[in-house]
């Protein structure tokens, strides 16, 4: 260890935002400045949350939805930005990423208090809203519209890694060189721990939830996990994932877990999604024609799949 890491400081909080257990750690020589940077973080990711969350009435996407089929509502150009993002990834997937699956009427409960599989009419109609084709971004205006009434949209499958990708960005700001952002398994990480050493996560056994069959070294990457270790339902002896497909209203039943790996947590976040309701062959073939986006899949037979350019020494097996 140099002199000069030696004389880092760590300062590490974890507390619960946006509904998930968020940890932020701050590495710098000067202490005081490592606690303003995590503090600066965590004002941040509250900022988003105020500005993203569906259930706070207050919010601008509240008032978006509230208004489906009735008119157009300006918001901030943070939030129209996020939305036409969105849309882009909703382009690329076919689909299989919408924030209009917000629309979806809850049918599908994953608390073991359902015993039969649900209505087929049910499953349709349940859908029958969800199109982010019917997202109308006016740019001119700063407006979003949903067109039917009863749209809504939601930000579960990419909000916490834009919020994790911000909560860095304030830091770096700060000048801290060194530093990580879990946000409830959207993990973004940039510099080095405060031995020197670089960052490593595990990923999870498929087989073994306790268990790490896996290790990845992630300076300057995000890695953001979609699981399915506890949350599923089996019927007939098939296995129905708590990730439901937008497209078809019915829960994925091929896939166990999607690991994204890429410099942004945001997109990392979105296409781990994705990856996940297209299945092992579609989702492999779309990452595979994404520049700088590494992908690893558990399917339901618990074999690991990844997409061409990961370096399969880029982990090892413990």
Not at 31 to 40: D, G, H, I, T
Not at 222 to 230: H, K, L, N, P
Request: net charge neutral; proline share 3%; hydrophobic share 40%.
């Amino acid at each position: 260890m140099s002199q000069q890491q030696d004389n880092l400081k760590t300062h590490h909080e974890v507390l619960k935002l946006m509904g998930s257990r968020f940890e932020i750690t701050a590495i710098s020589e000067k202490e005081a400045l490592a606690v303003q940077a995590v503090k600066a973080g965590i004002d941040e990711i509250r900022r988003i949350e105020k500005l993203i969350s569906s259930w706070d009435p207050a919010s601008q996407t509240s008032e978006v939805n509230r208004q489906a089929g009735i008119k157009p509502v300006a918001v901030d150009q943070e939030l129209f930005d996020l939305i036409n993002r969105a849309k882009k990834i909703s382009t690329l997937t076919d689909g299989a990423f919408d924030i209009s699956y917000a629309s979806m009427d809850k049918i599908w409960k994953f608390d073991g208090s359902m015993k039969t599989l649900p209505d087929p009419d049910l499953v349709k109609n349940s859908v029958a809203r969800i199109d982010f084709k019917n997202i109308m971004l006016d740019p001119e205006k700063g407006t979003v519209f949903l067109k039917e009434k009863g749209m809504k949209i939601g930000f579960g499958a990419i909000g916490k890694g834009y919020a994790a990708n911000k909560a860095k960005s304030i830091m770096l700001s700060l000048g801290i060189q060194n530093g990580l952002v879990n946000a409830g398994g959207d993990l973004i990480a940039w510099g080095k721990k405060a031995d020197g050493s670089d960052w490593q996560i595990g990923i999870a056994n498929p087989k073994d939830k306790e268990g790490i069959f896996s290790w990845l070294t992630i300076n300057e990457m995000a890695v953001v996990t979609s699981g399915d270790y506890e949350r599923f339902v089996m019927f007939d002896g098939k296995r129905y994932a708590h990730i439901i497909d937008p497209r078809t209203g019915y829960p994925v039943s091929e896939t166990k877990s999607v690991t994204i790996i890429c410099p942004d947590a945001e997109l990392a976040d979105a296409l781990a999604t994705s990856v996940f309701v297209l299945g092992e062959k579609q989702g492999l073939n779309l990452i595979n024609q994404l520049k700088g986006i590494e992908c690893l899949i558990v399917n339901k037979d618990d074999e690991i799949k990844t997409s061409d350019n990961l370096d399969l020494n880029y982990y090892r097996k413990k």
